[in-house]
């Protein structure tokens, strides 16, 4: 008996060692879980077939975050903007097809690159910051558009903080693609023994579209294996008569601008915004 108990103690110790191990592990490779970025040298040159110009902006702590502002196409000149958030990979020089969709559309897209992304500097250490770089370019482009010309676009990492972004401004409109509940739900539901308050990054794209007082369209694809569609059945709810969520069948978790339904209704939603 006394030998089982020693056993048991043992084994004890070990799972939880292990436990400890786990959740320090997840704790400290937190950015490296969820971004992964794809960099750039600095003085690479990018190459589009439409109009573009570069912004480079310095944070408070005198980092360079990487910018473009891809003008419309279109022969009259726009006076409204996307202003776009992408996901946890690649970099701004994979955006130039999707630029081209809008500004085709009669708007301009601005996208930006996250610390440690493409062109832009050091290294994402926390959520306050990663909002912070976010807001600060947010303001700059304020500078030249007045907000109810603004709309704000989120893609799958991107989605919580456009949420918060329109959640703390007055943009025209908020739009998301394939966007989680919240960070915290996601990491919990793969890693499922983790204590949340562990978790630095949350995210909390719910919590955010139930501020916002824009229009919000949610865009999912049914068959996303990356972030789950009842993700966005479960923010659907948070939703007003004044927001949409648009189910996409056939869609996986990219290449929206080539699904006909979502070509149809953002064809339908932008060209009928007019300020």
Do not use: W
């Not at 630029?99 to 959520?127: H, P, V, W």
């Not at 923010?235 to 189910?247: A, Y």
């Amino acid at each position: 008996m006394k030998r089982f108990k020693k056993v048991s103690l043992k084994l004890l110790v070990a799972a939880s060692v292990l436990y400890a191990v786990a959740c320090g592990y997840l704790y400290f490779q937190q950015e490296n879980l969820i971004f992964h970025p794809d960099k750039l040298k600095v003085n690479s040159k990018f190459k589009f077939n439409i109009p573009f110009k570069e912004f480079k902006l310095v944070t408070s702590d005198k980092e360079t975050l990487s910018a473009l502002l891809f003008k419309c196409t279109l022969s009259r000149r726009s006076n409204k903007l996307i202003f776009f958030l992408h996901g946890n990979s690649g970099n701004l020089k994979e955006l130039g097809k999707t630029a081209e969709f809008y500004t085709q559309l009669g708007y301009d897209f601005f996208a930006m690159d996250y610390r440690g992304f493409g062109k832009s500097t050091g290294k994402i250490t926390s959520e306050e910051q990663f909002f912070s770089d976010i807001e600060l370019v947010y303001k700059e482009m304020k500078k030249a558009y007045s907000e109810k010309d603004i709309s704000i676009f989120g893609f799958s990492v991107g989605t919580g903080p456009a949420a918060m972004l329109a959640s703390k401004n007055n943009p025209s409109r908020l739009v998301l693609f394939a966007p989680y509940f919240s960070m915290t739900d996601m990491a919990l539901a793969r890693y499922k023994i983790i204590p949340s308050f562990l978790l630095k990054y949350k995210f909390e794209t719910n919590k955010y579209i139930a501020k916002t007082k824009a229009p919000i369209t949610i865009f999912h694809g049914i068959n996303d294996q990356t972030i789950p569609f009842h993700s966005s059945t479960r923010l659907s709810k948070i939703l007003t008569s004044k927001d949409e969520f648009v189910p996409l069948k056939n869609q996986g978790h990219s290449g929206f601008e080539k699904n006909k339904k979502f070509i149809s209704k953002i064809n339908e939603l932008l060209l009928s915004f007019k300020p």
